[in-house]
């Protein structure tokens, strides 16, 4: 193993993007440690959605590089990318409700005998395996539809380790969440974290980056402007960075 794949789980380089009228991104650049919690922030239009949309293969970059574990990728689907390895769990969840968590879970791959019929006991049985991870109350046969957000969240991770991704994107994974529900967030992403999986979290709460994360990377009208151990930054400067300019008062008065 050379000392890029050993360092980095993820790394994009000059990548621009333009799309009519509109230069999304301009030569941005992000680095994911392995087994690291990665924070990527910016205001509205700082080009954070549109990244994650090249990295999990929605669309092609204009320019530049992504490396994934040490290998120069293009993923030209977002199947590609999560065969690679690559999960991402959206705001807005893709299950299908009307079934149980073990059929949205391996979806698409079932394993199957010679008459073509689901092997329903080894479905049970990978899918208990996998929820061993996350120290819930979740079973198998539950309906999508009986579930909480957060337990539909944890469907969704669950999916994304199904299929052995080494990199989990979570695109503002509070959005819905009460603050109990975001805990067993955290709890679940510190456990992902000492498995040695990265995960890539976007989100405009700084506290939450605060309170998980390893490093956080700031993005402002679609270029790169730093990266921060957040052990040795403020909230304050983080948000600076994010909007160019100096904040003399944080927390206004209401």
Known sequence: MNRLQSEYCLKVEGISKSFPGTQALSKVRLEVGMGEVHALVGENGAGKSTLMNIISGVFPPDEGR?????????????NEAQTAGIGFVHQELALCPHINVAENIYMG??????????????LHADTVQLLKLFCTNIQPDDKVEDLNLADRQIVEIAKSLSLKCRLLILDEPTSSLSDSET????????????????????????????????????????????????SEVTPRQVVESMVGRELHNLYPPK
């Open 66 to 78: 992504i490396l994934f574990q040490g290998r120069s990728v293009r993923f030209l689907s977002p």
């Open 109 to 122: 791959r079932y394993d199957k005998g010679p008459l073509g019929f689901i092997k329903r006991r080894k």
């Open 183 to 230: 805990e067993i967030l955290f709890d679940i992403i510190r456990g992902l974290k000492s498995n040695g999986i990265s995960v890539l979290y976007i989100s405009h709460r700084i506290a939450e980056i605060f309170e998980v994360c390893d490093k956080v990377t700031v993005f402002r009208d679609g270029h790169y402007i730093n990266t921060f151990n957040v």
